[in-house]
């Protein structure tokens, strides 16, 4: 049986919410009677992903648009009243692994715009307005690469890292208006990209067995252990739960699993 909770009267937004992780989120916030904002880049991915999902609505959003934030956040109090769960889902990796000195400035300035500075733009926005409201609660995806970093992945490694410290920047800064902010941290998820990855063909099955080897529970995640976790930390019963990074994955940033 799903786990539920009671989020009636609730209005949620998600950035990223149009496909894997961020639509799962929004879907079971939905299912868990919030009213969902499902924002993305593209207005026709939100609105295929919303279709079909009660009391759902769909907005255009590029998180690193700072402006397009403001509004966003705005136009969904405007339209419902208040805003009480965001989730901040919406990140990118590159493709591009390569050591730091080689790192492509474009590639960093891209990776932080979006990871970073776009989960800054959407929470300072909701931020003021859960402060008037004297509730609300964030909820920011980062990632393990936030907590041990991977190789070849500095911009992601930096962004995802910046994503814990300032979840619990804003928690402390927040919660004296009622306002909780934790994070999510997400180890290999299955996902339609991931998918090609670890099941792809006999090279990435041979990638992916490398790669799970570091996994105590010896398998990939689904986007709905992720979407359970954005549950509980929206949900009124972890109400004593904030600046705290629940991490999903398997047991991988737990511990070596090679024997010393
Ligand atoms: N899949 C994993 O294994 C994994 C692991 C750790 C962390 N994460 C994190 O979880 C989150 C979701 O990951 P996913 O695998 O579902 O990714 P995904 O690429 O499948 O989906 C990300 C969504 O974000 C949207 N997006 C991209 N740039 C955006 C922007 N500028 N503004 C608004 N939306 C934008 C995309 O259009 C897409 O719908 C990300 O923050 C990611 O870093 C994922």
New binding site residues.
């Given amino acids: 049986m799903p786990m539920t909770v009671d989020l009636s009267g609730k209005i949620a937004l998600v ?2 919410a ?5 639509r799962a989120i929004a879907e079971t916030l939905a299912a868990n009677g919030a009213t969902v904002v499902f ?4 207005l026709a ?1 939100v609105e295929a992903a919303a279709q079909g999902v009660p009391r759902a609505a769909a907005m255009a ?4 648009d700072e402006a397009a934030a403001a509004r966003v956040v705005a136009d969904t109090i405007a339209r419902f009243g208040r805003i009480d769960i965001v989730v901040n ?5 590159t493709a591009t692994r390569v050591p730091v000195d080689q790192f492509p400035r474009s590639e960093w300035d891209r990776i932080l715009a ?2 970073l500075s ?1 989960l800054f733009f959407v929470s300072r926005a909701a931020a003021g307005a859960m402060r008037r409201q004297k509730s609300g609660r964030i909820i920011n ?5 936030g907590l041990v970093p991977l190789r070849l992945q500095c911009a992601f490694t930096a962004a ?1 890292a910046g994503v814990v410290q300032l979840t619990k920047a804003m928690a402390i800064e927040l919660g004296g208006d009622g306002i909780l902010v934790n994070a999510i941290a ?4 299955l ?4 998918k090609q990855l670890f099941y792809g063909d006999p090279a990435a099955a041979e990638k992916a067995s490398r790669m799970l080897s570091h996994v105590p529970l010896g398998r990939p995640g689904a ?1 709905a252990d ?1 979407a359970n976790a954005a549950l509980f930390l929206a949900a009124p019963e972890s109400g004593y739960v904030t600046g705290h990074v629940l991490t999903v994955d398997g047991g991988w940033t737990a511990g070596y699993t090679r024997d010393f």
């Fill in positions: 950035t990223g149009g496909r894997n992780i961020g924002t993305d880049l593209k991915d959003l590029d998180v690193s889902n919406a990140g990118i990796n979006i990871d776009g995806i980062t990632s393990v690469a995802k997400p180890g290999s998820i996902t339609d990209g991931t986007c992720i």
